[in-house]
Nanobody
């Protein structure tokens, strides 16, 4: 299994970033996929979920600001993040839902105030 997330960076509050994750070694099409994040000193949390019919769910903390999508032909899951807030600062990971034990390196998103 490989889960390679990219697209993170430093952005000012109110800005946008688009994360991408390419998955290999898994039956991508048949899996519910998600984006998770882990902020310093906090538990890892699921912030976006997309099922095999491309139905999406989000927690209230990101609803209306984050959009998850998937490109099955490319084994890729995307996360468009708009109106970013300092509390969105975290390492972001993709994984299936529920997740594999393997997490990959993730990509760091830093939102400055």
């Amino acid at each position: 299994v490989q889960l390679q997330a990219s697209g993170g960076g430093l952005v000012q509050a109110g800005g946008s970033l688009r994360l991408s994750c390419e998955a290999s070694g898994i039956p991508f099409y048949w899996n519910v996929m998600g984006w998770y994040r882990q902020a310093p000193g906090k538990e890892r949390e699921l912030v976006a979920r997309i099922d095999i019919g491309s139905r999406t769910t989000y927690p209230d903390s990101v609803k209306g600001r984050f959009t998850i999508s998937r490109e099955n032909a490319k084994n890729t899951v995307l996360l468009q993040m708009n109106s970013l807030k300092p509390e969105d600062t975290a390492v972001y990971y993709c994984n299936k839902v529920p997740p594999y034990h393997y997490w990959g390196q993730g990509t760091l998103v830093t939102v400055s105030s």
